[in-house]
Nanobody, 122 residues
């Protein structure tokens, strides 16, 4: 069983930066962990993912070149560094883990989810 706790959200002006953290308890080696976001009235969408064993990273086109995803193995934590933030990045951001077969961006393929952290860009 994996428990995920997100932190680091907040309010920032356009062009600013935030770093989100996803602290995981339980076994998270060699699996895909991802960040999703959901804006009011919109579907949840995949933002970025990382394979904790191979280190492969994946990004949505909308955040490529602005966001980075990384993992600190000793702390069992995955980070989402968000730079050059735009108002359209405003959303609740969720951490997800343990992907089943399917695309990294598919909400349905993840077994574990955090409670989310709000990001507001004005």
């Amino acid at each position: 069983h994996v428990q995920l706790v997100e932190s680091g959200g907040g309010s920032v002006q356009a062009g600013g930066s935030l770093r989100l953290s996803c602290a995981a308890s339980g076994y998270t080696d060699s699996m895909t962990m991802a960040w999703f976001r959901q804006a009011p009235g919109k579907e949840r969408e995949g933002v970025a993912a990382i394979h904790t064993g191979r280190g492969n990273t994946y990004f949505a086109d909308s955040v490529k070149d602005r966001f980075t995803i990384s993992r600190e193995n000793g702390k069992n934590t995955v980070y989402l560094q968000m730079n050059s933030l735009k108002p359209e990045d405003t959303a609740m951001y969720y951490c997800a883990a343990m992907k089943k077969a399917g695309g990294w961006y598919e909400e349905s393929v993840y077994n574990y989810w955090g409670q989310g952290t709000q990001v507001t860009v004005s």
